[in-house]
């Protein structure tokens, strides 16, 4: 996945360094599309995120801003699905596939952020991991170690508890939690880029500890971090359903998990009410696939060799 830089080539009359540097991000760019193009299942998965993306973008004009409404519901309660209500009503009487379009913005958004956080913990983790070795590393890695071991779901559980109930809580109860993998995975391919000959060069040349990391190191593992962080976004979605479903999310906020808890708060289980305990199920794990499938083409094409080895 490391690929050594080649010598820059010397810049063309009339051409500044600044656009030939775009024109290769140019082709870079088009050239990953071209490949990316190939794997069908990652075509189906990012056509499925941009339609639920746009949906929650457009949410105000698809289903309107009252939706999420109590006093101003359209229907009345738990009514099965009609012409009317496609999805049926919630025990409030709310149209459900408003409250889906609109649980789509928090659990996209708290996916997205949280995933990123952790993700951005994890690389800094292990590039300093892999770059200071000695008792810095020994530290750091036992520390890992320990997240590694303890099971995520509870540790998010329990700084959700301890914590005010709000969308920045999860997005920190799940960020802070699910980086230990992505710090072991950075790591190891920290370690195998500075053993590289032009990192001794660069050090030489009196490249400091930041320059080899920042100018080096990091470009070289990000192929591997925007993989990572694809396929972590399918599980942040996940946790915060599930965060959200035991009650410890956001109360005024509409999310996919806090409609299933809703469900079971309104007896919708033993009642029969399939329609209102259906939809947000399948859409989480519709998007919580659809990123896992762009993740694995990501992967393939940033690391052609996997793709071979399948």
Not at 87 to 108: C, E, H, N, P, Y
Request: with cysteine; net charge positive; charged share 15%.
């Amino acid at each position: 996945m490391t690929t050594e830089s080649a010598p820059s080539a010397p810049t063309a009359p009339g051409k500044s360094a600044r656009s030939l540097a775009w024109t290769r991000r140019r082709h870079s760019a088009a050239r990953f599309w071209r490949d990316y193009r190939t794997h069908r299942a990652g075509l189906f998965g990012l056509a499925t995120l941009v339609l639920i993306a746009l949906a929650a973008v457009f949410a105000p004009l698809l289903v309107g801003s009252d939706a999420q409404s109590v006093t101003d519901a359209p229907g009345a309660p738990m009514e099965s699905p009609s012409a009317e209500f496609p999805l049926g009503t919630d025990q409030f009487g709310r149209d459900l596939l408003g409250l889906l379009v609109w649980g789509a913005r928090m659990s996209l958004t708290v996916g997205l952020l949280a995933a990123v956080l952790s993700v951005a913990i994890g690389t800094l983790v292990g590039i300093t991991a892999g770059h200071f070795k000695g008792w810095y590393a020994t530290v750091i890695m036992r520390v890992t170690d320990w997240f590694l071991v303890m099971p995520t779901l509870v540790l998010a559980i329990a700084l959700a508890a301890v914590m005010s109930g709000s969308v920045w809580t999860i997005i920190l109860a799940i960020g802070v939690t699910t980086w230990p993998t992505t710090a072991r995975l950075v790591r190891a391919q920290t370690l195998a880029v500075e053993s590289r000959p032009y990192i001794e060069r660069a050090r030489a040349l009196g490249g400091g500890h930041g320059h080899v990391m920042a100018r080096h190191v990091l470009p070289n593992v990000m192929p591997l971090v925007l993989a990572q962080t694809t396929l972590v976004i399918s599980g942040a979605i996940l946790t915060e359903a599930t965060l959200a479903f035991l009650g410890l999310g956001d109360p005024t906020s509409v999310s996919w998990g806090g409609l299933l808890q809703d469900a079971r708060e309104a007896g919708a289980v033993s009642a029969g009410h399939w329609w209102y305990l259906a939809p947000p199920g399948l859409a989480i794990a519709l998007v919580a696939l659809a990123f896992t499938l762009c993740g694995r083409a990501v992967e393939s094409v940033l690391n052609p060799r996997l793709g071979a080895s399948r």
